[in-house]
């Protein structure tokens, strides 16, 4: 892809307000969206991450009636992705979930696991002694995922709308209604709806390069 | 693009320790990356972010030495972005900056302005009553497009490598002495170093996908 198909795929991707709801896309395509969300970086390979792929219609439009900027996105999208994210104590260098990182993910040797685990409380007692510290980093590598996956679908022609404009205790109790969330491991965090447009988008607004980039040459 | 050669990008991205500080990213390149950032979404579109793209050699060696997660990316890579984001005062609805975005980049009618400002309003109300909040919610954003400018790169075929580990304090210091940075617009938030690789990468370890996707069909 060269760099004029590139501008392209970044002028494609729009916050894409009401899908086709006749237009699903395919099995094949959307693994590979969410290959780009599994195979994101995150901070010292934490991956914080749990995507909820929603193609239920009625659990759609339970979820756009709730979500003031989700109304037409959710319920006429194909996918609609909730992102989760781990909780505090689930990020703690000494928690379960970082120990079967260790062990099961990253396999890392049983002399170097101490040393990762090490490097993390350090990192736990500097910036991230408040639980929400930890959870707002946690975050942060949930919108890499999201972005990813964002920027894949545009590739493959895909449309989506991030959707941070959630009733996250309504959407909590749905979930945990239908046993879809465990509160004590993760947070809502961002959602996003896949899709394709019905509607061409308006020109992209932003500020210009010079405003928001500065050369140190 | 297909999907195998999307597959293929995705596995070329991985977060290069060692760059080889022989090979510059061309402009050209260079400027379709930055779009990458420039053109990403963000929540009600606040763009928060400013790119500090250093290519000087001197301060690329400053950074390193104070920046544990980037001693040997800093001063090996080709470009160096530091990722600032807006402090809180900078973010509220009523500050110059959203009065700025809302007349001079979104062009918003003067009967449309106050809705857009309503709603900020709104949202501040509920969630972002602290300041830590807002900048946390604006460093999700900032992720987006550091996430979009990697994976652009890596299309491109250049390496990557986003650093989180950077002591802030220092970083701060440095950029404040040069006259790079007022605290009183911005936080630094993460920085990603930019170029090409010495080494091939090892095997890329994440959760399967089993583990980290639920289907609700």
Redesign the interface.
């Known amino acids: 892809?060269n760099?004029n198909?590139?501008?392209d795929v970044?002028?494609f991707?729009?916050?894409c307000k009401v899908f086709d709801d006749k237009k699903k896309i395919s099995d094949?395509?959307f693994?590979?969206i969410?290959?780009?969300?599994?195979?994101?970086?995150s901070?010292?390979?934490i991956?914080p991450?749990?995507?909820?792929?929603?193609?239920?219609q009625e659990?759609k439009n339970e979820l756009g009636a709730v979500c003031w900027g989700g109304k037409a996105q959710m319920p006429t999208c194909s996918h609609l992705v909730l992102y989760l994210s781990r909780v505090a104590k689930e990020l703690r260098f000494d928690s379960n979930y970082i120990d079967y990182?260790v062990k099961d993910?990253?396999?890392l040797p049983e002399d170097v696991a101490p040393t990762y685990k090490g490097i993390m409380k350090s990192?736990e007692e500097v910036r991230f002694k408040e639980d929400?510290?930890l959870e707002?980093?946690a975050?942060?590598?949930v919108?890499?995922?999201?972005?990813?996956m964002?920027?894949?679908a545009a590739?493959?022609g895909i449309d989506s709308c991030?959707i941070?404009?959630i009733d996250r205790k309504a959407v909590e109790k749905i979930l945990v209604d239908?046993g879809?969330l465990d509160t004590e491991e993760f947070n809502i965090t961002?959602s996003a709806a896949f899709g394709y447009r019905v509607n061409n988008p308006g020109e992209?607004?932003?500020?210009g390069?010079d405003e928001?980039?500065?050369?140190?040459?």
Chains 1, 2 share one sequence.
């Open positions: 892809m760099r198909e590139i501008m970044l002028n991707r729009h916050s094949v395509d693994e590979v969410l290959e780009a969300g599994r195979l994101s970086p901070s010292m390979g991956e991450w749990k995507f909820l792929v929603i193609e239920n659990l990182l993910v990253k396999h990192i929400n510290d707002a980093y975050s942060d590598q919108h890499i995922a999201l972005a990813n964002m920027n894949v590739i493959l991030p941070g404009g239908r879809l961002v992209k607004l932003r500020q390069i928001i980039v500065t050369w140190i040459k």
